[in-house]
């Protein structure tokens, strides 16, 4: 059956890094594109990045440009979200998401495959 399992999260003071991986299987990840998206309590889930099937065109939401960064390894079927220069408005479960659907990149319903998520604190 399909997985994607986050880890990766923490506890980090403002202006520290954190790294997120995305472990996949039970599909055919290369034929997916990745998404991470947020949520804050009291909040609606906001898209953070995508990475494209191929891996070479990847989107981020306007808050996190420039800080943070999407990547995927083929061989591990692994997911990343390199985020630097972190906030304490970054603080948020984050969520792993694949989709072979066309659609806007930033909206959770193009997505089919859902993580349990990874809690990001910044203080």
């Known amino acids: 059956h399909v997985q994607l399992v986050e880890s990766g999260g923490g506890s980090v003071q403002a202006g520290g890094s954190l790294r997120l991986s995305c472990a996949a299987s039970?599909?055919?990840?290369?034929?997916?594109?990745m998404g991470w998206f947020r949520q804050a309590p009291g909040k609606e889930r906001e898209g953070v990045a995508r990475?494209?099937?191929?891996?070479?065109?990847?989107n981020y939401g306007d808050s996190v440009k420039g800080r943070f960064a999407i990547s995927r390894n083929y061989a591990k079927t692994t997911s990343y979200l390199q985020m630097n220069d972190l906030k304490p408005e970054d603080t948020a479960m984050y969520y792993c998401?694949?989709?072979?659907?066309?659609?806007?990149?930033?909206?959770?319903?193009?997505?089919?495959?859902w993580g349990q998520g990874t809690q990001v604190t910044v203080s």
């Open positions: 998401a694949a989709t072979s659907r066309f659609g806007a990149w930033n909206l959770p319903h193009t997505y089919r495959y």
């Open positions: 039970g599909y055919t990840y290369s034929s997916y594109c």
């Open positions: 990475i494209d099937i191929d891996g070479t065109i990847a």
